[in-house]
């Protein structure tokens, strides 16, 4: 059993350990002169996709073991409240993903929503539907990921994963 818990664990914390091209949004943000629809509707939908490929990224940099990956999309202040309820900063989630004892799985990201707390801070929920090279392995994790606009485009800057329970 403790085997098992520890499999799951590391694969959980490496879940966690997700990406886009540059941002370019109107260069006033969402809600500024020039952007499309009454409230700047077309960079809020410019924003929503760079946030959602982030995601996409940062799920493929796990499954990959890509540490610089990862560390391009992570802010410098990121911090993650795993499934077994730990904190970690930026250097623990990147040194886990590089942890020789990590475990190699497949993810596939569902239920996306992306919402605008204000313009430069995006909430992203969703579900994590992660599988091991063992096919009875499969576990469906439930996150909440918040995201910065920085100078350097949208960073990763709060993370939060919730494990499923089986019904």
């Known amino acids: 059993m403790n085997r098992i818990a520890r499999t799951i664990g590391l694969i959980l914390l490496t879940v966690w350990t997700i990406a886009a091209g540059p941002l370019e949004p109107d260069a006033a943000g969402p809600s500024g002169p020039g952007a499309a629809g009454p409230s700047g509707a077309g960079a809020w939908v410019s924003d929503e ?3 959602v ?6 799920t ?3 499954m990959q073991g ?10 410098n202040r990121f911090v993650d409240v795993t499934w077994t309820g730990r904190f970690r900063d930026r250097d623990a989630a990147l040194a886990t993903l590089s942890s020789p004892d990590r475990a190699k ?15 430069d801070v995006a909430v992203v929920t969703g579900v994590n539907a992660v599988t091991g090279h063992d096919p009875a392995f499969a576990v469906r994790v439930h996150f ?7 100078s ?16």
């Open 144 to 150: 909440t990921d918040v995201f910065v606009r920085t």
């Open 49 to 51: 996709k760079e946030i």
């Open 152 to 167: 350097l485009g949208w960073k990763a800057f709060s993370a939060q994963e919730t494990l499923e329970k089986p019904e």
């Open 105 to 119: 799985t497949e993810q596939r990201l569902e239920d996306l929503r992306v919402r605008f707390a204000v313009k």
């Open 66 to 75: 890509d540490t610089a990956a990862l560390a391009a999309i992570l802010d």
């Open 60 to 62: 493929a940099a796990i």
């Open 53 to 58: 490929a982030l995601e996409n990224r940062w």
